[in-house]
C-alpha cells in the first residue's frame, strides 16, 4: 500500500463524555503509570496497523450499522498490556459485535490482518500500570451514533489521535452483501 498511516477504528467521545471521563482518571489513585491525555481518550473499535486511509474509507462508504448503548461500569487492570481501563460489567451488545465484525471484515477485504480476539470494549485510561488501584467508578453510559478512522500520529509530544473520517450509526441498518 502506498502512503500508509497507522489506522484504527473507533468510537470517539463528545465533549461531555471526553470530560466526564478525564475528570473519572483524576479520581482513580494510581502511582507510576501514563494517564492518557485527555484529547487522547477514546474507545477503539478495530486496530489495523499501517493502512492507506483512502483505502479504508472506500471499503467502509457502503457500510450501516445500528447504534448502541454502553455502560462503563468497573475499573479494569490488563496485565499484558499493562493498562488501567474501562470496562463493562455486562457483556457486550450484538450491535456492537456486528459493527466491529463489519470493520474487521472491511480490513480483510483491504488485506489487513486483525486481532482475533473476541471484542471486549475498554477505555483505557492509563498505560505502564503495574496494579488495580481501588475505586469508585460512576457508571458512565456512552450512547454510540457514529464511528470513526482514527490516526495514530507521533509526535514530539508523543502520540496524538485524530479522526480523519466518521460515520453515523442508524437505525434499520442493512449491509448490501
Ligand atoms: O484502545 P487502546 O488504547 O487499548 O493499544 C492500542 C490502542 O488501544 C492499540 O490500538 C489502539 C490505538 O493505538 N494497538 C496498538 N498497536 C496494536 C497492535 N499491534 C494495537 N492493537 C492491536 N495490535
Given at each position: 500500500m502506498s502512503n500508509t498511516s497507522r489506522l484504527f477504528f473507533a468510537l470517539w467521545p463528545d465533549t461531555k463524555t471526553r470530560q466526564t471521563l478525564a475528570a473519572l482518571s483524576q479520581t482513580i489513585a494510581a502511582k507510576d503509570c501514563t494517564w492518557v491525555s485527555p484529547h487522547n481518550l477514546h474507545l477503539t473499535l478495530v486496530f489495523l496497523g499501517a493502512a492507506d486511509a483512502e483505502t479504508i474509507k472506500q471499503?467502509?462508504?457502503?457500510?450501516?450499522?445500528?447504534?448502541?448503548?454502553?455502560?462503563?461500569?468497573?475499573?479494569?487492570?490488563?496485565?499484558?498490556?499493562?493498562i488501567l481501563c474501562l470496562t463493562c460489567r455486562q457483556p457486550a451488545p450484538n450491535e456492537a459485535l456486528i459493527?466491529?465484525?463489519?470493520?474487521?471484515?472491511?480490513?480483510?477485504?483491504?488485506?489487513?490482518?486483525?486481532?482475533?480476539?473476541?471484542?471486549?470494549?475498554?477505555?483505557?485510561?492509563?498505560?505502564?500500570?503495574?496494579?488495580?488501584?481501588?475505586?469508585?467508578?460512576?457508571?458512565?453510559?456512552?450512547?454510540?451514533?457514529?464511528?470513526c478512522l482514527v490516526e495514530s500520529c507521533s509526535e514530539a509530544e508523543g502520540v496524538r489521535y485524530q479522526v480523519i473520517a466518521q460515520w453515523p450509526l442508524v437505525n434499520n441498518a442493512v449491509n448490501p452483501d
Open positions: 471499503a467502509v462508504a457502503g457500510m450501516t450499522a445500528p447504534p448502541f448503548t454502553l455502560t462503563f461500569d468497573r475499573l479494569s487492570y490488563w496485565q499484558k498490556p499493562r459493527l466491529t465484525s463489519a470493520l474487521e471484515k472491511a480490513a480483510a477485504n483491504c488485506g489487513l490482518r486483525t486481532d482475533t480476539r473476541p471484542y471486549t470494549p475498554h477505555i483505557t485510561l492509563a498505560r505502564h500500570a503495574d496494579y488495580l488501584p481501588e475505586a469508585k467508578i460512576e457508571p458512565l453510559i456512552w450512547r454510540a451514533e457514529s464511528f
